[in-house]
């Protein structure tokens, strides 16, 4: 099993951003950021920030609340039980929410790439359900697996994506899975476990 870091978008990297594994670490890390109740606007900017959105991202409650409802969404392709479920789901969200597929420079501000939601100034929600679903559903042709999991750790419950060809991993970093061996171990000992 392996914990691989992701390539890491920068802002300088004018291609890489846009790449589809780049998109992918966006996803998973707007879905986590986004799965927590009450997660502030300048929490989820700080996340677009730091995935490569290069302009200060000035996002409202409302738009917050937009993309939690997609990112909800997003989450279940992530949480689907192997390659077949993981493809109905992006079916079911492509066909009831996304635009039909276009390409974009953003008026010559980046590289053409694929878009999948109606148009460059749509809101928040839509593009980001729309952006999820063309980068996972990439990443399922591509590989022909499940574009990724939960973490299995109940302490977590990140979104993660699966790296590379070996078998699937069950946590979302090898923190999570220390410490859930650990857990294990102390529950084998009969040792109480001080974290819970
Ligand atoms: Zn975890």
Redesign the pocket.
Known sequence: MRYLRGVEPTNSDWSARHSVQAVALRTAALVNALSHEGVSPQSVSAVLRAHGEGDAVELSERDVAEMRAAALQVREVFAADGTDEAAARLNRLLSLSTGALRLTSHGGRSPWHPHLDRDDDGPWGEWLLASSCLALTVIVWDRQRPPGGV?A?PA?G?VFLTQGSGPARR???RR?ATRERVAAHRRAKKIPDPAR
Do not use: R
Request: hydrophobic fraction near 0%; include cysteine; charged fraction near 0%.
């Open positions: 973490c750790s977590c990140n946590y979302c970093s999570c």
